[in-house]
């Protein structure tokens, strides 16, 4: 059982530890930045056409989720995507919709896991490819510590300019990571990480605990080889059913300013185009 791996009590006399967990088939069982596509539609933000191609792009991610070329071209294009995107509209889409669209897909297995991080006394950090405005108030509701997420540039006027001022993908989580490790006085050899995804393997080797919950075929393949635990989490469930049974009360992010939730569309126009120019690799 996952839950197992969070074990023992920290040493308050050794340096700080943490738990980075990646979001989405991780913590959630969608990906959390598709899973606000409606909402964004019925906002205004992306059209209708947009809006079928993210629930076809849910699809895809669902059944194997983005390899690196294709997170590659997701990048390049949510910049000119949410150009113009006004950021206070953004939070308040996310803000209404939070716990009718999130609530019902957090897995036991991974609040579990928060809740035993917590009371054995590390710190919980989400760090995500999606944008700050939908990952902060997710980590939040889920009680972590700190927020790691993809930024972008807002303008004087308070909309998007396009400009990617941060994408935590691949191995700038794991720069993150170190950088947050040195600040915080985190001992990375006694510090854990939970990812689902291939492209997330130079944070889980950042760490001395590395985890693969419910990984992809590569993530899955690395783990047997290095001998990581492979987790299985599939019990979504709606966290305020939990809170009662949860001994450390939800504290608010800390960490990642403005950012995108806007890969929501992105994401899914650019799977959708990349699964009519190559096949699913």
């Known amino acids: 059982m996952g839950c197992a791996y969070a074990q023992g009590v920290e040493n308050h006399s050794l340096p700080r530890t943490a738990a980075f967990f990646d979001l989405d088939k991780t913590v959630i069982a969608k990906s959390s930045t598709l899973t606000f596509s409606k909402s964004f539609y019925q906002g205004g933000l992306i059209n ?5 191609r993210t629930a076809y792009a849910q699809f895809v991610f669902l059944a194997g989720g983005a390899d690196h070329d294709q997170m590659e071209r997701m990048r390049k294009y949510l910049s000119a995507l949410c150009r113009g995107w006004n950021v206070q509209q953004v939070k308040e889409i996310v803000a209404e919709t939070l716990h009718d669209l999130i609530d019902p897909i957090i897995y036991d297995e991974a609040a579990t896991l928060i809740e035993q991080h917590h009371t054995a006394g590390r710190d919980v950090v989400i760090v ?3 944008g700050a405005e939908v990952v902060e108030p997710i980590g939040e509701l889920l009680g972590a510590d700190r927020v790691m997420a993809t930024r972008m540039v807002v303008g004087d006027d308070g909309c ?5 001022e941060y994408y935590a993908y691949g191995p700038t989580k794991a720069e993150a990571i170190r950088e947050l490790a040195e600040s915080e006085g985190y001992d990375l050899a006694r510090c854990y990480a939970y990812s689902d995804s291939a492209t997330d393997l130079p944070m889980l080797e950042s760490v001395g605990h590395p985890h693969a919950v419910n990984p992809d075929r590569t993530l899955r393949r690395e783990a047997v080889a290095r001998e990581w635990p492979i987790l299985d989490f599939h019990r979504p469930v709606r966290l305020k059913q939990r ?3 949860l001994s450390v009360p939800p504290r608010p992010a800390l960490v990642a300013a403005a950012a995108i ?3 929501a569309a992105t994401a899914g126009l650019v799977w959708y185009a990349s699964r009519r120019r190559a096949p699913v690799v």
């Open 261 to 263: 939730s806007a890969a």
């Open 48 to 52: 209708r056409r947009a809006a079928l």
């Open 160 to 164: 998007f300019t396009g400009e990617v």
């Open 243 to 245: 809170l009662p049974a």
């Open 128 to 130: 995500s490819t999606s």
